[in-house]
């Protein structure tokens, strides 16, 4: 049975590779045949990633879409949780989360016990997902908190924000001289940058 790795982290700064080798070895243990690996540095509460959404392109009918843990796959809204289930089974994939136990049964045949074990899987995965977007939400809400009473204690105090990639800065001024008749997009490309990136350059040196 052919098999697609789903790899995802938030930020650039995690690795969403972390967990390949044990998903491989998960997938080898399970007699999995791996098609292919999609990693993605984007947040969970996006339905449109572009990996998730070329592995739902790529996979065929049959085939395991095999996750690490289910905040890996989702930290979605109830509405978009229900939208991704629904692409997955319109897909006819079969959903895997490693550590998730009564998804393993998935890479088997179904007699009348697998279709009691699906029903069950299926509400331990909601379960799931719904604690992955509360944990997010409180993420969110801590975060907030805690710049509000920074806020109240030093009135004049101001984010520090990521800061500007100088080198990146520099790359994209040099493109814009060289090539003033090009468009921000194409520039971006060049830079391996975001477009919004390139607008923010142009207005600050403008």
């Known amino acids: 049975m052919n098999a697609h790795l789903y790899l995802r982290a938030s930020t650039k700064d995690?690795?969403?590779?972390?967990?390949?080798?044990?998903?491989?070895?998960?997938?080898?243990?399970?007699?999995l045949n791996i098609v292919d690996m999609y990693a993605e540095n984007i947040s969970g509460t996006k339905l449109h990633r572009p990996e998730l959404m070329r592995l739902l392109n790529t996979a065929q009918r049959g085939d395991?879409?095999?996750v690490e843990s289910?905040?890996?796959?989702?930290?979605l809204s109830q509405v978009d949780w229900e939208k991704l289930k629904t692409m997955i089974k319109e897909k006819g994939l079969r959903l895997v989360i490693a550590d998730l136990p009564t998804s393993h049964m998935m890479v088997e045949d179904k007699g009348i016990t697998g279709q009691i074990m699906e029903v069950i899987n299926n509400m331990l995965l909601d379960l799931m997902s719904t604690m992955a977007r509360l944990d997010q939400d409180k993420r969110v809400e801590r975060i907030n908190q805690g710049l509000a009473n920074k806020r109240v204690a030093e009135p004049d105090w101001k984010p520090a924000?990521?800061?500007?990639?100088?080198?990146?800065?520099?790359?994209?001024?040099?493109l814009m001289a060289k090539h003033p008749t090009m468009s921000a997009d194409q520039i971006a490309k060049l830079a391996d940058c975001g477009v919004a990136t390139v607008y923010r350059i142009k207005r600050e040196t403008a």
């Open 14 to 31: 995690q690795d969403a590779n972390r967990a390949r080798n044990a998903l491989e070895s998960f997938a080898g243990d399970k007699g």
């Open 64 to 66: 395991v879409l095999l």
């Open 70 to 75: 289910v905040d890996r796959l989702s930290r």
């Open 161 to 174: 924000g990521k800061g500007k990639n100088a080198a990146l800065w520099e790359q994209v001024k040099s």
